[in-house]
């Protein structure tokens, strides 16, 4: 079973803060994703990655960076984090696609972060 | 601007009613997928459908692309409380088969 697991569940920061959010996946996926989820917006792309070091904009990276150091893992960083960041974060992975045909994206759990 | 919307945005029913949910866009999408989100978990993979008018069932649920590729939809038969969660639908519009746009999300409710 392909397994996406994220640093935290929930996370409490205040505004100014740095903020990390760490995905880590076992499956040897080469593409991974960072999401945020809002009501009634789904799931907006902020950043992914389809290679160690590798990185591309997604819709909305304003406010975010990302660091992909080893192909298992996938940090999403808030450089100084802000009320209107509060939000649900998901992280993916999928496989590199070879028949031009999108593989599943496996999601972690999310981390529920608030910034006060 | 979001390229995929969802229909209803919410919808609580009773066991055993049947139910439709539309995912529409203005755009072309080279291929669709849907997933379900229950509380506290990631979205999962329902279904990928690739070719205009595809149809594909998954048990009850019924998924259709539309002609053209610019929408689909989801059809749940005689719905069930374990049906319950956010449907999203996800297109890939660039081609590449890697980066998704998500929709808005259907919240479904199912009680007995």
């Known amino acids: 079973d392909v397994k996406v697991t994220q640093s935290s569940r929930y996370l409490v920061k205040r505004t100014g803060e740095k903020v990390f959010l760490e995905c880590v996946q076992d499956?040897?996926?080469?593409?991974m994703f960072w999401y945020r989820q809002d009501p009634g917006l789904g799931l907006r792309l902020i950043y992914f990655s389809y290679d160690v070091k590798m990185k591309e904009k997604g819709d909305i990276p304003e406010g975010y960076s990302v660091s992909r150091e080893k192909k298992e893992r996938f940090s999403l960083i808030l450089e100084s984090a802000s009320t209107n960041q509060t939000s649900m974060y998901l992280c993916?992975?999928?496989?590199?696609?070879?028949?031009?045909?999108?593989?599943?994206?496996?999601f972690g759990p999310g981390t529920r972060l608030t910034v006060l | 601007t979001q390229l995929l919307e969802q229909s209803p945005q919410f919808l609580s029913i009773q066991e055993g009613e049947n139910l439709t949910v539309y995912c529409n866009s203005s755009?072309?999408?080279?291929?669709l997928q849907w997933y379900r989100q229950e509380p506290g978990e990631g979205p999962v993979l329902l279904v990928t459908v690739v070719t205009g008018g595809e149809v594909k069932k998954l048990k009850r649920l019924t998924f259709q692309f539309g002609d053209a590729r610019k929408d689909s939809s989801l059809h749940i038969t005689a719905a069930q409380p374990g049906d319950t969660g956010l449907y999203l639908c996800a297109g890939d519009q660039t081609g590449t088969a890697s980066k998704l746009t998500f929709g808005t999300g259907t919240r479904l409710q199912v009680t007995l």
């Open positions: 499956m040897d996926h080469e593409n």
């Open positions: 993916a992975s999928s496989p590199r696609v070879r028949r031009g045909v999108p593989d599943t994206q496996y």
């Open positions: 755009s072309v999408f080279s291929s």
